[in-house]
């Protein structure tokens, strides 16, 4: 073999490798959860998040109700919650049971307003997720995710990169593992000037694994490749083993 197509036979494995990464949701059970407030529009991003789980051959139940989170025989099978709930109120019962399915090591998952602005009066929610929105400075602006990991698996192989959206302002739990931040430039609140905030963590939950990504208040932010496929490897990590 020449030298020049031996360098054309490994750059083709290479171009391969980085198509056919693999996600391991195969047979998983996987239940979406969506509502809220219809301006971060859940029911497009679980359609979005079934059809390609689908593609990965995972069983997708999708719910529009909190109410689920009692049904003993879907929690029971569950390996992954992905929930996408901006706002909104969950009764204590359903929290409850959220929370136990967890911490019994059910995988959860979730961005944007849809798992870091839920249930606002609920703490124990909050204690679960590790973080919660409190405001986005400016509205939309562009802001840049620097990746704070790179060898994690979710983060591993992605730049930092830049997007305009809403820039997440989370109050943080202190015991997440934090995988990329973004910094506040201060041109809307001069006393957060030079702030990082985190953007993506993961963290535990009993047994459970939580993922987190602040992305995704409209669905274009997904077109961005370095976010949507953060999304994708966060979902594939939080699974139950
Ligand atoms: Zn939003």
């Known amino acids: 073999m020449t030298r020049i197509s031996l360098l054309y036979c490994l ?4 171009i391969l490798s980085a198509q056919n990464e693999t996600y391991q949701l195969e047979n998983k059970n ?12 859940p029911e497009v991003f679980a359609t979005k998040i079934a059809s390609w789980l689908e593609k990965q051959k995972a069983h997708v139940t999708l719910s529009q109700s909190t109410e689920i989170y ?9 390996d992954l919650i992905i929930q996408h709930i901006t706002m909104s109120t969950i009764k204590n019962l359903e929290s ?9 090591g059910v995988g959860l998952a979730g961005c944007h307003g849809g798992l870091g ?15 919660q929105f409190v405001k986005h400075p400016g509205g939309q602006v562009d802001y840049t995710v620097e990746i704070s990991s790179p060898k994690h698996k979710i983060t591993e192989g992605i730049n930092d990169f830049s997007l305009h959206s809403e820039q997440y ?23 957060i000037e030079g702030i990082e905030i985190p953007v993506v963590w993961t963290k535990s939950y ?33 699974v139950r083993e």
């Open 11 to 14: 750059l083709f494995t290479l």
């Open 30 to 41: 996987v239940l979406i959860v969506y509502g809220g407030w219809s301006g971060h529009q």
């Open 70 to 78: 009692l049904d003993k025989t879907v929690m029971n099978q569950v």
């Open 96 to 104: 409850k049971a959220l929370q136990t399915a967890i911490k019994n």
């Open 117 to 131: 602005d839920s249930f606002r009066n609920d703490t124990e929610y909050q204690y679960m997720v590790g973080g």
């Open 169 to 191: 302002y989370m109050h943080i739990d202190p015991a997440i593992e934090i995988l990329a931040t973004t910094r506040f430039s201060g041109a809307h609140d001069s006393w």
């Open 206 to 238: 009993g047994k459970g694994r939580v993922f987190y990504s602040s992305l995704g208040h409209s669905e274009d932010i997904f077109e961005i490749p370095e976010a949507w496929k953060i999304m994708l490897r966060g979902i594939s990590w939080a």
